[in-house]
């Protein structure tokens, strides 16, 4: 999509890189049989990278948007639309709470067969839950920013997110 704001490119390629990532989440872990990955390297490295996403970059997208974007849509009257992504933003972040540690120890050579499942089982449902989301987004979100943001507010919006 094309977007004419700073703010609304900006999160759309976070959006690009975070679903090319989720790709290769995925169909690594429907490839992979229980523990299969457990000595995989480049699965080992998928999983971190996967982690390491968790930890900084999703909290930096979902704090700047709750922080800058959200109040400006229900000032704006798009109520709805802010407190349905928000709540998406606690579900992914309940996901990635438990994913984040069994990742550690997957990474760390120390997940038993049954944490290998319950890893897989996360990571699966993440990428649902983010997939949707972005979805959500990219159809909603960012074409309302384009509407919504001044030229002046998106340029400080856009410096402020690059700067976090």
Request: net charge negative; charged share 30%.
């Amino acid at each position: 999509m094309n977007f004419s704001r700073q703010t609304s490119r900006a999160l759309h390629d976070d959006h690009r890189a975070n679903l090319q990532l989720l790709a290769r989440a995925e169909q690594a872990f429907v490839r992979s049989a229980r523990t299969h990955g457990a000595r995989d390297p480049e699965f080992l490295r998928l999983i971190a990278a996967l982690s390491q996403h968790l930890q900084q970059d999703v909290d930096r997208h979902f704090g700047f948007e709750e922080r800058e974007l959200f109040p400006r849509l229900r000032e704006a009257g798009d109520v709805g639309i802010a407190m349905l992504l928000s709540e998406e933003h606690e579900a992914i972040r309940a996901v990635a709470e438990e994913l984040v540690p069994l990742a550690g120890e997957a990474v760390a050579s120390r997940l038993d067969a049954s944490g290998w499942d319950t890893l897989r089982a996360c990571v699966l449902e993440l990428v649902e839950r983010q997939v949707s989301h972005i979805q959500k987004e990219e159809m909603a979100l960012l074409p309302m920013l384009d509407d919504l943001l001044d030229e002046e507010t998106d340029r400080q919006l856009a410096f402020d997110y690059a700067a976090s």
